[in-house]
């Protein structure tokens, strides 16, 4: 049998044991191991990097059609910089290329993209591309795929804490109005809800200053695959493992008082 039959076999049998009216509304994504991955090869890290967006335009496409509302992915991180400089500048060429390439068909889609971090670094021509591009998709309403780039987690808290500082400095709020409600609406990500599931791959466990926010109650699935190996058949993985899990959020579900006191004395 080829290869890609039985991988055709796997995703329909994994895609039957999936609960259609339990599909994440918002899943995010670190996307690890590109380079890794290419080195592994012997190639060079632009290799993985390269193999790693059409991964991407994959799991959009699955996510999509598996049900999902929302799909936020770390693309480059504000600790990224401390690469070697060759590589930056290879991924900020590969951003403005993809995006580029890419943007009518996900406007076709009906996919809004909105970039999340601080894109001044950036050189002039990227930062137009990105914004023409959030200006084509900005009224479609399908799907939403936030790309962080240039993003950090304490960045995004420490932004939002400065700008309302400022505002009860001239007034406009009261120091008391602070809860989280508001701190919520001034940050840059935005989506259906917070992220019901993160998924890592390379098997790094760790969140890496992605999305310290919205990632409070989020299911983690971590996986040794590498992005560049990342499939439809591992993304449906993760949903199964997500929907395995009982999501709590702090407290305890269906026990009865008598249950209750049998949990605290027998603990």
Not at 40 to 58: A, E, Q, W
Not at 86 to 96: H, P, R
Not at 238 to 251: L, M, P, V
Request: glycine residues 6%.
């Amino acid at each position: 049998m080829r290869l890609d039959n039985i991988s055709a076999n796997e995703t329909i049998k994994l895609s039957n044991k999936i609960d259609k009216l339990r599909i994440p509304e918002h899943v995010a994504i670190i996307m690890d191991g590109n380079g890794r991955w290419a080195t592994k090869k012997g190639l060079p890290r632009s290799f993985g990097h390269n193999k790693g967006v059409n991964v991407l335009k994959d799991i959009i496409k699955v996510s999509k059609n598996l049900g999902c509302k929302a799909l936020t992915v770390y693309a480059f991180s504000t600790e990224n910089w401390s690469r070697p400089a060759k590589e930056v500048d290879f991924l900020l060429n590969l951003f403005e290329k993809v995006i580029t390439k890419e943007i009518d068909q996900i406007h076709k889609n009906l996919i809004k993209i909105s970039f999340i971090g601080d894109l001044t670094p950036f050189p002039d021509k990227l930062q137009l591309v990105i914004k023409n591009s959030e200006n084509l998709t900005k009224n479609n309403k399908d799907f939403l795929l936030n790309i962080c780039i240039n993003y950090g987690g304490r960045q995004e808290i420490v932004r939002v804490a400065k700008k309302l500082a400022l505002k009860s400095f001239l007034g406009e709020i009261e120091p008391n109005e602070v809860n989280e409600e508001l701190f919520e609406s001034e940050l840059s990500i935005k989506g259906p809800k917070d992220p019901e599931l993160l998924i890592r791959t390379s098997g790094e466990k760790r969140i890496s200053n992605f999305l310290l926010w919205q990632l409070a109650y989020s299911e983690i699935y971590i996986t040794d695959i590498c992005w560049p190996d990342f499939n439809e058949v591992e993304f449906l993985k993760a949903i199964i493992d997500y929907q395995s899990r009982n999501r709590r959020f702090g407290g305890i579900k269906s026990l009865s008082n008598e249950s209750l006191e049998d949990s605290y004395y027998s603990s």
